[in-house]
């Protein structure tokens, strides 16, 4: 469970991470950022999924990823202050992050407050997974929902099921699920100067 869709061998239940970002990317395009940035922790299954949906999203627009818009960091919320601090040092600082986890955007969050960025005004921030904290940060995160329960039900339904094992007893089954854009006070209009 939660670890990128395609696993051969092993039952898999997933949410559709490509789906779950190119909505971030398109909500956050709608409001007018040209300059989106990506946080995320390349060690994981998930988060890698959610870069290649960043990285083709831009792609399918005819844009190339600037130069240090990509950050690799921890999935932790000290983890989410790094990055920010270094997209805020670029030339062209971006207007806006989609961070592959509610986890990142949270640190980002805090590491705005910390440069006198006033989000959503001055900077906007999207996360994933609509952990419980995301409705109670200061301002509420906009984050793709997953469906938790539904993704649990899945996944304990695939393992008792033994018409999912071959022979060999090789597993094979997969359930991915969609993620639903969650709007909260984390995203505004991009800021014009």
Do not use: C
């Amino acid at each position: 469970v939660w670890h990128g869709a395609h696993h051969d061998g092993f039952l898999t239940v997933n949410v559709d991470n490509g789906h779950g970002i190119t909505a971030a990317m398109r909500h956050l395009a709608g409001l007018g950022h040209e300059r989106i940035a990506f946080v995320g922790d390349p060690v994981l299954g998930d988060i890698r999924e959610r870069e290649d949906a960043y990285r083709a999203f831009l792609a399918a627009r005819g844009v190339k990823v600037p130069r240090g818009y990509v950050q690799h960091v921890r999935n932790t919320f000290v983890g989410g202050v790094s990055p920010f601090d270094s997209l805020m040092a670029l030339p062209r600082p971006p207007t806006a992050v989609a961070a592959s986890t509610d986890v990142l955007a949270i640190g980002a969050l805090h590491a705005a407050s910390d440069h006198g960025i006033a989000i959503p005004d001055d900077f906007s921030v999207v996360g994933f997974d609509d952990i419980p904290y995301a409705a109670m940060t200061v301002p509420a995160l906009t984050t793709l929902r997953m469906p938790v329960e539904k993704m649990i039900q899945a996944a304990v339904a695939l393992a008792v099921d033994k018409r999912l094992r071959n022979a060999a007893g090789t597993a094979k089954g997969v359930r991915v699920f969609k993620p639903t854009l969650v709007v909260r006070r984390s995203t505004a209009k991009v800021a014009r100067a």
